[in-house]
């Protein structure tokens, strides 16, 4: 017999062939019973499993008339080779080698971790044969029992060749034990799993997530794998890696993933080509954490060929995940906090000089306006954008300034507003209504809080009938002011001067405010005073 390992061409005379391995093999017995040539036979194999190494061991378990060691270094290879050969057939009452493999792999579950591990491996090289045996299956349902187990019975860190039960148990039990040596006792298997292909690990991820396996946990590992794996892989197999993790995280509960990982994770992503796909649930699950976000985080350089600073349609993907993404209930807290986020975006690349008008803009409305509770951070950077791109056409200003909440907008800002010449005079005077409604709506709710104390119950209609008149009396003043657009110099002094009136009624106001308190105080007491007269006279 004679083995050439480039094609696995075994030549072998037809008396050795149908004595020895003819009678093991079903698959040579059936091959050298067509043959017409008495002298010799040429038998080629071009995907014999485990190739000429893995023939061979075949060969002395014909050769030692059915005796060989099946360990778990072998048996795969030993299993593979008896289905390809259809070697079920016993001769002379021994036990044949299929049989004998798969009662080799029913007691998978009294394996050491080491041995499954090597198992493992031996898996990543028959993929194919492997899964369709099952083996593999019965492989990584064993793998992750035992994690099961030994993520409840605390293991031990310090090996990664466990004894015979798989793990070491820890037994130090103490409440004072540190927070590191508690993690680590978590994750000591992360490194003897790293070895594995990413398909295995999908595979065990998989099994993992269905068995319902801490999701931090997994998450981790998917993490400590990727930054594993990138020290020696090429271009090609860095996107491999990096498509497995992020779809095995994408299966995770979003609450259970870190961001900054995930961010990490988004800066390797921009320097390979990985598919779209990935990419999209990549960006998924970062918008759904943008809360947790930091400015750093966001200041993405934009793709090469562009002239804008930073990736804002990136953010704005991610804005999109946030709000209408995985079907998380967005709280008024969250946000907020991301709108507080995107503030400070906003003001970053405001300066940027290629920055499009449309961008900036879309940034501006990418959240609700109820998620803010002031418009000044917006208002400056809208400021800083208009400084920088002088030339914008007046359409183009306005659509900008419509995005503007003014009632949103502090005295002093309105007051900057009123004064600034980068703004449409539109705005100003939008401005300075805004401030107007604002006092009337102060003095008309002194004038109520009055109204309300001496008749109650007529509170809610007379309200709602001030804020009718106000909304009228606001259409034609705005209307009014529009008019005289024209001439924008006294316009713009003439705001100024009934805008230092606004500041000056405020304070007027106030005082109001605080003597109408004292009134309302002084007729609690009297009250009071007046129930409990009858009860001292009886």
Same mark, same amino acid.
């Given at each position: 017999m004679a083995l050439v390992l480039l094609f696995l061409e075994i030549t072998m005379s037809t008396i050795f062939a149908k004595k020895i391995v003819g009678s093991y093999s079903g698959r040579l017995s059936k091959l050298f019973g067509k043959s017409t040539n008495a002298k010799r036979n040429k038998v080629v194999f071009h995907d014999f499993p485990g190739g000429a190494e893995n023939f061979e061991l075949v060969s002395r378990f014909c050769y030692n008339e059915g005796k060989i060691d099946v360990n778990p270094s072998n048996i795969l290879f030993l299993y593979s080779a008896a289905q390809f050969m259809e070697m079920n057939t016993s001769v002379s009452g021994t036990c044949n080698l299929l049989e004998k493999t798969k009662k080799s792999i029913e007691e998978i579950s009294y394996w050491t971790w080491s041995d499954l591990l090597v198992a493992l491996k031996h898996c990543q090289d028959l993929q194919p044969i492997a899964t369709f045996s099952g083996v593999l299956e019965k492989c990584l349902d064993s793998l992750v029992g035992r994690l099961a187990i030994t993520s409840e019975a605390s293991p031990c860190a310090s090996t990664s060749s466990p004894d015979s039960s798989g793990f070491r148990l820890s037994c130090d039990s103490r409440s004072t034990e540190s927070l590191k040596n508690s993690f680590s006792r978590a994750t000591w298997w992360f490194e003897d799993l790293s070895v594995l292909s990413p398909d295995l690990i999908g595979m065990l991820i998989e099994l993992m997530v269905s068995r319902k396996y801490n999701h931090v946990m997994i998450s981790r590992f998917l993490f400590h794998y990727q930054k594993s794996k990138f020290c020696t892989a090429s271009s090609d197999e860095k996107c491999k890696v990096l498509e497995i993790v992020i779809d095995m *995280? #994408? &299966? /995770?509960?979003?609450? +259970?993933?870190? $961001?900054?990982? *995930?961010?990490?994770? =988004? @800066?390797?992503? /921009?320097?390979?080509?990985?598919?779209?796909? $990935? @990419?999209?649930?990549?960006?998924? %699950?970062?918008?759904?954490?943008?809360? !947790?976000? &930091? /400015?750093?985080? /966001? =200041?993405?350089?934009?793709? #090469?060929? +562009? &002239? #804008?600073l930073y990736d804002v349609n990136l953010v704005l993907r991610f804005l999109k995940a946030f709000r209408h993404g995985g079907g998380w209930q967005l709280s008024p807290m969250r946000m907020k906090k991301v709108a507080s986020l995107i503030d400070l975006y906003i003001a970053e690349v405001a300066p940027d000089p290629c920055?499009? +008008?449309?961008k900036f803009l879309a940034l501006l409305v990418a959240l609700p306006d109820s998620a803010r509770d002031s418009w000044d951070e917006l208002y400056h950077a809208m400021d800083i954008y208009l400084e920088v791109h002088a030339g914008l056409s007046e359409e183009e200003k306005m659509k900008i300034c419509c995005a503007l909440n003014y009632e949103k907008l502090s005295t002093e800002a309105c007051m900057h507003l009123s004064q600034n010449a980068r703004f449409p005079s539109k705005s100003t005077v939008q401005a300075l209504i805004s401030q107007q409604l604002k006092l009337k709506n102060l003095l008309q709710g002194t004038n109520n809080t009055k109204l309300y104390t001496d008749s109650p119950l007529n509170f809610n209609d007379i309200q709602g009938k001030a804020k009718k008149d106000e909304a009228t009396k606001q259409v034609v003043l705005y209307s009014g002011r529009l008019d005289i657009s024209a001439e924008n110099e006294k316009l713009r002094a003439h705001l100024q001067r009934m805008q230092w009136r606004v500041v000056e009624l405020?304070?007027? $106001?106030?005082?109001? !405010?605080? !003597? %109408?308190?004292?009134?309302?105080?002084?007729?609690v007491s009297s009250h009071s005073a007046a129930r409990s007269l009858p009860r001292l006279c009886s």
């Open positions: *995280l #994408y &299966t /995770l509960d979003p609450i +259970s993933i870190s $961001c900054k990982n *995930l961010f990490g994770i =988004l @800066r390797v992503v /921009l320097s390979l080509k990985i598919g779209k796909s $990935c @990419r999209n649930k990549l960006e998924s %699950m970062i918008g759904s954490q943008m809360d !947790q976000a &930091t /400015l750093d985080n /966001l =200041l993405i350089p934009s793709p #090469y060929g +562009s &002239t #804008y920055l499009k +008008s449309s405020e304070k007027v $106001c106030k005082k109001m !405010q605080t !003597q %109408m308190a004292k009134i309302m105080k002084s007729k």
